[in-house]
């Protein structure tokens, strides 16, 4: 692909399927539940087919990375990868004494609505980041630039967030950046790294109780009690700015990177 088409097709993309993400989160309650729930549901499925149609149109090749006999599988095995991550960073936190909870309940509507707000958000946010930005800067160039590029820039959106000060974006880039694009490289697609996002927000919010990035959950399952060094517990932004999370990522990304097929490194 030319330069200059290259250019077009990774600028305009990434426009488009903000511009895209921006619309869908303004998604409105259309009567409450599960109204809600099902056009959050019908909009990640009308992305992804719109992203499908770009790159169809703009690379004139078939859409490799959203293969459906992975769908499934690679997305199940992303939902599994994020549900150890989230759940180790939080029991090293407890075993340091920095996390304990102070109580519980369940409410289901709630659950389904953030079940499905995060899933929109991982499709929404893997289709820019590495369907787009790390998927063509790695055709073009190579993996490592890849993954520093758009892990700086998935860092540095964060920083729009509540709550966010350099830091938090510096942790967000290399603990999420990385593994997510380390995911998309070990897998070859999309599911897994959406597998990993979607698990990772609805986890960190609407059950364990932190904020997610900078964003707090009101109905959670598990009310906690998150003391010590902002350091330690992310402060105000939540787990994604602690150091623990950020040492967690480095390893799970080496490990996935390690992992993957010998084609794919370069």
């Known amino acids: 692909m030319p330069l200059w088409k290259w250019i077009l097709c990774t600028l305009g993309g990434l426009f488009i399927f903000t511009l895209l993400q921006g619309f869908s989160m303004m998604i409105p309650r259309l009567g409450g539940f599960p109204w809600q729930s099902l056009a959050r549901i019908l909009a990640a499925g ?10 169809n149109l703009t690379e004139r090749r078939p859409v490799l990375e959203l293969p459906m006999n992975r769908m499934v599988p690679d997305t199940l095995k992303g939902l599994g990868i ?40 991982a499709v929404c946010e893997e289709v820019i980041f590495r ?53 998309y ?22 059950v364990l109780g932190f904020p997610v990035s900078g964003t707090v959950v009101d109905d959670k399952i598990f009310n906690p009690v998150i003391t010590g060094p902002e350091l330690v517990t992310g402060g105000v932004f939540g787990a994604e700015g602690s150091i623990i999370a950020v040492g967690v990522g480095v390893v799970v ?10 084609d794919r490194r370069r």
């Open 82 to 121: 994020g549900l150890c991550y989230f759940l180790l960073v939080t029991g090293i936190m407890a075993a340091v004494g920095s996390y304990r909870i102070a109580g519980a309940q369940f409410h289901l509507v709630p659950q389904l609505e953030g079940f499905t707000l995060f899933l929109l958000v």
């Open 46 to 55: 009308l992305i992804l087919f719109l992203y499908a149609i770009w790159v």
């Open 185 to 206: 490289k070990f897998s070859g697609n999309l599911w897994l790294p959406i597998g990993i996002h979607w698990i990772w927000n609805y986890l960190e919010g609407y």
């Open 253 to 262: 990304s080496i490990l996935l990177l390690l992992r993957a097929p010998e």
């Open 131 to 183: 369907g787009i930005l790390f998927r063509m800067i790695d055709d073009r160039w190579n993996t490592v630039v890849a993954l520093l590029i758009s892990a700086l820039v998935f860092g540095g959106a964060h920083m729009l967030n509540p709550g966010a000060d350099w830091w938090s974006s510096l942790a967000i880039a290399i603990e999420a950046g990385l593994l997510l694009g380390a995911a």
